[in-house]
Nanobody, 123 residues
């Protein structure tokens, strides 16, 4: 079972940037598609971005398209989420997850999850 650990969250002003990392251990990340999700207080977990195992295909939620970039470095067993032009609506706990097979936007399709990292955007 691959274990995932997110890092890079924090407090940032509106318009700022953060880069989240998702480090995998206990397995090879390149065998999996990877996704980023977020959950704000009182809301359901929602899809943010996903990437195929090779990195050749990426998918984004409409709310982050053009501002966030998902990527991965299989040699380092690490995935990334670059977040630019952040706004207060992006405030949430961000989770990375992986799954065998094609990328998906449904949380139920993902088998392994990290513990999450808090992102807070102040206005």
């Amino acid at each position: 079972q691959v274990q995932l650990v997110e890092s890079g969250g924090g407090l940032v002003q509106a318009g700022g940037s953060l880069r989240l990392s998702c480090a995998a251990s206990g397995g090879t990340l390149s065998s999996y598609s990877m996704g980023w999700f977020r959950q704000a207080p009182g809301k359901e977990r929602e899809f943010v971005a996903a990437i195929s195992w090779s990195g050749s295909r990426t998918y984004y939620a409409d709310s982050v398209k053009g501002r966030f970039t998902i990527s991965r470095d299989n040699a380092k067993n690490t995935g990334y989420l670059q977040m630019d032009s952040l706004n207060p609506e992006d405030t949430a706990v961000y989770y990375c997850a992986n799954r065998r097979g094609a990328p998906s936007g449904r949380p139920a399709d993902f088998g392994s999850w990290g513990q999450g990292t808090q992102v807070t955007v102040s206005s």
